[in-house]
């Protein structure tokens, strides 16, 4: 693979990076080691501008090429790389010398992997500088929890720095090594989650007659709610409501006063998505009634979908060509989520997996960043500037 020669000379130290990270594993906003770290070294390796605070602990460095600063912004030349740096709440397994020393923390999606790859791409572009115009890389918060892309974009990152297009990867463990995947348009489905708090009226076990049981009526709802995907939207449609958590009851011979339960719900197209609100809302309004209990329905609108710009992903996967002859622009489409998408609804651009080869999947305690791939994600970063502002 023709990995950028300077940056296949960084990979040891993009090793030692990745694995300092990963020792030191931080959730959501609440990043004061991690960010500084980053800040740390994007000082030492030469960038123009480093602005540190955005969405508290997120960052965006700015590299300006041979023309770049206020002139690249007045033409639109600039170009956003996203990197986002956040952990999970998982205790780790793998028993690496560079394990989590963070208890119940770990970069278990591999973070801490694509902060490294986007430190690598800012020591060539700070050295080289091999372009006209700027490029403004993304150093996010709270990517698992909190939307903390939503945050940067809604406090300016976009105008501030005039951004043009922006770009993210994500690795891919079990995807073939070095080889990239994405399609155009809906790639990654919205997120919503709904809280269903169900009261009835509790008692002795033993005399149901003299209470209202709030665990028939929990049990009915989760029947009930399968069905909106199986037969309120058609077979070619994509709509996934899963039931992630049900809790009544402290004893074997209590019935409880409460229960509740917690939805995940993932979709692509805006109508199913308000058509799964809406079914949700009627199915437990109905439930409740047939079993004469009080239901609360708590909907939290999430991520939006992530929708790749058709012109973005044919211009970014001729870059991947030049770094990996491995680029399937065809990929299916995921019900996982991701908070990249709301800086696709602020900028046009693309996202794009990176196979790592074979690996505990992510989220999973024994997962490890394959820190051989770093390099081609670093060179592909690179190569995109250098092609979307080339001299002259």
Not at 49 to 75: D, P, Q
Not at 278 to 283: G, N, V
Request: charged fraction near 20%; glycine fraction near 10%; include cysteine.
């Amino acid at each position: 693979m023709p990995v950028l020669n300077r940056i296949a000379a960084l990979a040891p130290e993009m090793t030692e990076w990745r694995r300092t990270l990963h020792r030191m594993p931080e959730l959501e906003f609440n990043l004061p080691k991690t960010s500084a770290f980053v800040a740390a070294k994007l000082r030492e390796l030469g960038v123009d501008e480093l602005h540190e605070g955005i969405a508290r602990s997120g960052m965006v460095a700015l590299i300006h090429g041979r023309k770049g600063g206020e002139e690249a912004v007045n033409r639109g030349k600039v170009i956003g790389l996203r990197a986002d740096m956040d952990a999970l709440p998982i205790t780790e397994i793998t028993g690496a010398d560079y394990a989590s020393e963070h208890e119940g923390k770990m970069h278990a999606c591999g973070h801490d992997g694509h902060t490294t790859m986007l430190l690598g791409a800012a020591a060539y572009l700070a050295e080289t500088r091999n372009f006209e115009g700027t490029v403004a890389l993304i150093f996010q918060p709270a990517e698992e929890d909190g939307g903390g892309a939503g945050v940067m974009v809604q406090e300016g990152i976009m105008e501030r720095f005039g951004i043009r297009e922006v770009y993210a990867i994500h690795n891919a463990p079990g995807m073939p090594f070095g080889e990239f995947v994405t399609r155009a348009g809906p790639y990654m489905a919205a997120v919503d989650t709904v809280w269903i708090d169900v009261t009835g009226r509790g008692g002795h076990g033993a005399m149901p007659q003299d209470c209202i049981d709030p665990v028939p009526a929990l049990a009915a709802m989760v029947g009930a709610l399968q069905t909106i995907a199986s037969r309120n939207i058609s077979s070619n449609d994509a709509l996934v409501i899963t039931v992630t958590q049900i809790h009544a009851g402290t004893a074997t011979n209590i019935i409880p006063e409460t229960g509740m339960l917690c939805l995940t719900v993932r979709s692509f197209d805006p109508e199913i998505r308000d058509l799964a609100e809406r079914r949700i809302r009627e199915i437990v309004a109905g439930q409740a009634a047939a079993f004469n209990v009080e239901a609360v329905v708590r909907y939290e609108r999430l991520y939006p979908p992530t929708v790749n710009d058709a012109d973005a992903v044919a211009f970014a996967a001729e870059v991947a060509r030049e770094v990996s002859g491995a680029v399937d622009t065809e990929g299916a489409r995921e019900m996982g989520a991701e908070d990249f998408s709301y800086m696709l609804e602020a900028r046009p651009g693309a996202y794009f997996f990176l196979g790592t080869g074979p690996g505990a999947g992510l989220h999973h305690p024994a997962f490890d960043f394959n820190d051989e791939v770093a390099p081609i994600g670093a060179s592909f970063f690179a190569r995109l500037v250098e092609r979307a502002l080339p001299i002259g």
